[in-house]
């Protein structure tokens, strides 16, 4: 959970980034939207709805390659994102060496979306790899998930899910393992972010309780399931990339936690870095977080 000094370093954090002219220098969503990517050589439906799609990216070579899963953010809620938020950086990974299958997903407004249409979505979009590896030059042993904003709560959850019970309304039948879990900028305490206010002052208005159908309180068991963190040790690497919506300190907090139960959690300070900034690649920002990216999946994957 979220302590006091915590909770403040968020309000402050916040407030620079997203508040007044003097920090335009920081990108807004849509200015990353813009950035140039690659054209994916597929796109892919994982399931019927429009919006349960992908788009796969493929290095240069013969493969088979690892690949990331790429979750982009968006409050939970419709609108405010799409994958065109997570297009330039797939493009990098791939230049990097790393596939990277970027999916679209039914969040909050949409119809099917929010519990548990969302965690459903996530866990086909990663399992799709499988599917995919059939005729694409595609690694299923060496897969990482990884998320921003709130995609990073999907990348951890993703790594939690095999452990919530076969009998689970949003765990899926057969979870495609993965090698590891990159959460950029997103809560890892998915409980705390849902505390009253917080997710209101992030976001312009409160989203988990319409994304969850109701509160902690009303709902607790769909929140013990929604949130990885109850699960640590997740049992995979995982890597934190802190900046505004995950200051450092929560980070460094959860990443004690996880590795007392035995796992392995890099992290990466990013806080001067900006929200969107970290995920751009050009930015200064990204000349620190792309290398931690590529660095931390090659070495959960065995890639060169």
Not at 213 to 223: D, N, T
Not at 270 to 297: L, M, Q, S, Y
Request: with cysteine.
């Amino acid at each position: 959970m979220l302590v006091r000094g915590s909770f403040v370093v968020v309000i402050v954090a916040l407030v620079v980034a997203f508040a007044g002219t003097a920090f335009a220098q920081h990108l807004r969503p849509r200015d990353v939207d813009r950035l140039p990517s690659s054209t994916p050589q597929l796109v892919a439906h994982y399931g019927p709805d429009p919006l349960e799609y992908g788009e796969l990216r493929l290095p240069s070579g013969a493969g088979p390659f690892p690949v990331a899963v790429v979750i982009h953010g968006g409050c939970w809620t419709s609108g405010f994102a799409t994958l065109r938020n997570t297009a330039p950086l797939a493009s990098a990974l791939a230049e990097r060496g790393i596939a990277t299958w970027n999916v679209e997903y039914r969040q909050s407004g949409d119809s099917g979306g929010g519990w548990p249409g969302t965690f459903l979505d996530w866990g086909a979009a990663t399992d799709y790899v499988r599917v995919l590896a059939r005729t694409q030059p595609l690694d299923v042993t060496h897969v990482v998930v990884m998320g921003h904003s709130a995609g990073a709560h999907a990348a951890l959850w993703l790594a939690s899910r095999a452990k919530l019970p076969a009998a689970s309304e949003i765990r899926g039948s057969d979870p495609l393992p993965v090698a590891g879990a990159v959460a950029i900028d997103g809560p890892a305490d998915f409980a705390s972010f849902a505390a009253p206010g917080i997710d209101a002052f992030v976001c312009g208005k409160p989203v988990i309780a319409p994304f969850m159908g109701g509160s902690l309180a009303e709902l607790p068991g769909r929140y013990r399931a929604a949130d990885p963190a109850t699960r640590v040790p997740l049992g995979v690497p995982q890597a934190l990339i802190a900046s505004i919506v995950l200051p450092h300190a929560d980070a460094a907090a959860y990443a004690k936690k996880a590795r007392a139960a035995g796992d392995r959690v890099d992290v990466l300070d990013g806080e001067n870095g900006g929200h969107f900034d970290i995920i751009a690649p050009g930015t200064n920002a990204w000349k620190t977080v792309g290398p931690f990216i590529v660095r931390f999946v090659r070495s959960v994957t065995g890639a060169s």
